[in-house]
């Protein structure tokens, strides 16, 4: 089955210890993203990737990191987490072109305090 | 730089009535069009998509939007809708020159009985 996997779903950290949401897709997709939702703001692009070790600031990248090493995988790294990161965070993919949409992960939760 | 405005947060409807979610984009170039389905605990489902062609694009479950590009609108309709219909909508746009889809904020569709 075609799918982006995130994990974890729910996630509660406290402010400043590093943490790292995992994403994989298995469509073989050079384009994948993050976004994180909030309510009456829709959803903020992160950080995007083009293809592997092309990636490239979002909307609101402040305070994130990403890397894309392998082609499949596209992990998101709060090096030090604080409340404002606290998010409703989706990873999604697309083949290249604009014209695709996305496929979406199911989300992760994550709650800083 | 391409936008979207999504004017309505909430739109509350009664089981069976018609329902139009109103979606308005602001581009200088051809842009692609899509709407998106998110189900409570969920992640986005693409409910449908306009490339091209046909100014009118159908859903499986029902839905479907026009494109005006006169009025620069992508409004989304049903004839009658399910209490399964709740769910948030988000609208987003992109462009054959960015794989980057930017949303609107949402409107939540609660059916009622």
């Known amino acids: 089955e075609a799918q982006v996997t995130q994990n974890p779903r729910y996630l509660i950290t406290v402010t400043g210890k590093k943490l790292t949401v995992t994403c994989s897709q298995n469509?073989?997709?050079?384009?994948m993203s993050w976004y994180r939702q909030d309510p009456g703001l829709g959803l903020r692009q992160i950080y995007y990737?083009?293809?592997?070790?092309?990636?490239d600031k979002g909307d609101v990248p402040e305070g994130y990191k990403v890397s894309r090493k392998e082609k499949r995988n596209f992990p998101l790294i709060l090096e030090s987490p604080s409340p404002n990161q606290t998010s409703l965070y989706f990873c999604?993919?697309?083949?290249?072109?604009?014209?695709?949409?996305?496929?979406f992960g199911s989300g992760t939760r994550l709650t800083v305090v | 730089a391409q936008s979207v405005t999504q004017l309505d947060s909430q739109v509350p409807v009664f089981e069976e009535a018609p329902v139009e979610l109103r979606c308005n984009y602001s581009s200088s170039v051809s842009v692609y069009l899509f709407w998106y389905v998110q189900y409570p605990n969920q992640g986005l489902q693409l409910l449908l998509k306009y490339l091209s062609g046909s100014t009118l694009v159908e859903s499986i479950n029902g839905f479907e939007a026009e494109f005006n590009k006169s009025q620069t609108s992508f409004h989304l309709r049903k004839p009658s809708v399910h209490i399964s219909d709740t769910a948030e909508y988000f609208c987003a746009v992109s462009t054959w020159n960015t794989d980057k889809l930017i949303f609107g904020t949402g409107t939540r569709l609660q059916v009622f009985p």
């Open positions: 999604a993919s697309s083949a290249v072109g604009g014209n695709y949409g996305y496929t």
């Open positions: 990737s083009m293809n592997v070790e092309v990636t």
């Open positions: 469509m073989n997709h050079e384009y």
